[in-house]
């Protein structure tokens, strides 16, 4: 999915990932923060929500913020939304499994693995379609996917 480099929201954003690779965790998530509270569209909803949800200390509100996240995609529509379903139901799914919800943690894998297709076909692809393959193993260890 294209952002706007322009847009004030993935502005904040992407410095917030700066801060973050300086170890400046407490300031990136300001930076998100901020960005969440700025956000007027589905798209800026979508994009501060997904990196709140990396700054959750528990696995319930990583859980709350990755379903708003997603909540704001199904929002944008398109199918060039598509490419990052994989990644959220994923995300989802593991909470799920943290939280020992298998079944929830399932449906969401599945979910996610009927997005495959929307994956480019490189290593962050890979990263992710390998985390859905073992996320379904893990939850259904007697099916092999």
């Not at 708003?68 to 139901?89: C, K, M, N, Q, R």
């Amino acid at each position: 999915m294209q952002f706007d480099p322009g847009n004030h929201i993935v502005k904040l954003c992407a410095h917030g990932m700066m801060l973050e690779g300086e170890g400046k965790r407490s300031d990136a998530e300001q930076l998100f923060q901020q960005a969440w509270t700025g956000a007027t569209t589905a798209t800026e909803k979508f994009v501060a929500a997904h990196y709140l949800a990396r700054h959750q200390t528990s696995i319930a509100d990583k859980l709350k913020w990755d379903e708003t996240a997603l909540d704001h995609a199904l929002l944008i529509g398109g199918t060039e939304v598509e490419s990052i379903f994989p990644s959220l139901y994923l995300n989802i799914g593991k909470c799920h499994e943290d939280m020992n919800d298998l079944h929830k943690a399932y449906k969401n894998y599945q979910t996610a693995f009927t997005y495959l297709h929307a994956l480019p076909d490189d290593g962050y692809g890979n990263m992710i379609r390998s985390g859905i393959i073992n996320g379904l193993n893990r939850v259904a260890p007697n099916e092999s996917i």
